[in-house]
């Protein structure tokens, strides 16, 4: 089977200076955020369609959080209702959770991913895959994570997005090309990236999270990034 793996991100943008080893690498530079959002939630619609996924055969997509995806998951919302895109036999992965942060907290990952997108399709809770940032056993739910993108027959598509140092999910720059997920603690340009979302108080932002690792991520059988930038005129 030949594996291909895009990317989607504007020119310029240093990824992670990592030595990625693929055998495709598409760019894809639109003029503004809608523009972007709307090309990234088509191509994941069609993606879904072009597999026609059943009771036996399951889409399985990897989903990012943060600000970036908010407009491709509200054009993904919009071909739902309007009858156009059905996720009854899509299965997900979040690619990262804090650690501490209670589930029901409005900034955890499973706040965002339900109030954004979830509780607006018709995928079922149980395929919705999130980790836990408060299991008893941490490392133990990281294990348990990626037997269950293995069970579900690896990642079709993971989607991501790019933090300002580059970080994608919550791996950091230096991280391992052949890491999979596991308990993170975060850089203080990550944290302080993220205070905007605690009220600009550092002392609320959570300092470790769980995370798919950069080799969970390039075992996807196809990887797009996608990336917002503002340049001053």
């Known amino acids: 089977m030949n594996v291909v793996k895009t990317f989607f991100f504007p020119l310029g943008l240093d990824f992670l200076s990592w030595k990625l080893c693929i055998t495709v690498m598409r760019l894809v530079i639109l003029d503004n955020y809608d523009l972007a959002s709307e090309w990234a939630a088509k191509y994941i ?21 943060g600000s970036t995806p908010l407009g491709c998951y509200k054009k993904l919302i919009e071909y739902h209702k309007n009858g156009d895109l059905s996720f009854k036999y899509v299965k997900t992965f979040n690619m990262d959770e804090y650690v501490g942060l209670p589930r029901n907290h409005p900034e955890s990952y499973h706040s965002y991913m339900w109030n954004n997108f979830f509780k607006h399709i018709d995928i079922d809770p149980n395929n919705a895959h999130i980790l836990d940032g408060n299991a008893a056993d941490l490392e133990a739910e990281c294990d348990a994570f990626e037997k269950k993108i293995k069970e579900a027959g690896g990642i079709d598509l993971f989607v991501g997005g790019i933090g300002p140092d580059g970080h994608i999910a ?7 090309l052949v890491s999979r997920t596991r308990l993170k603690t975060l850089a203080m340009d990550t944290i302080l990236a993220n205070a905007k979302y605690f009220d600009g108080d550092l002392s609320k932002v959570p300092t470790m999270a769980l995370t798919v690792g950069v080799g969970t991520v390039m075992d996807a059988r196809e990887v797009r990034i996608k990336c917002s930038l503002m340049f001053p005129l």
């Open 45 to 65: 619609c069609n993606r879904i369609i072009q597999f026609k996924p059943g009771q036996d055969r399951y889409f399985t997509l990897g989903l990012p959080t």
């Open 170 to 176: 919550f791996n950091e720059p230096g991280s391992s």
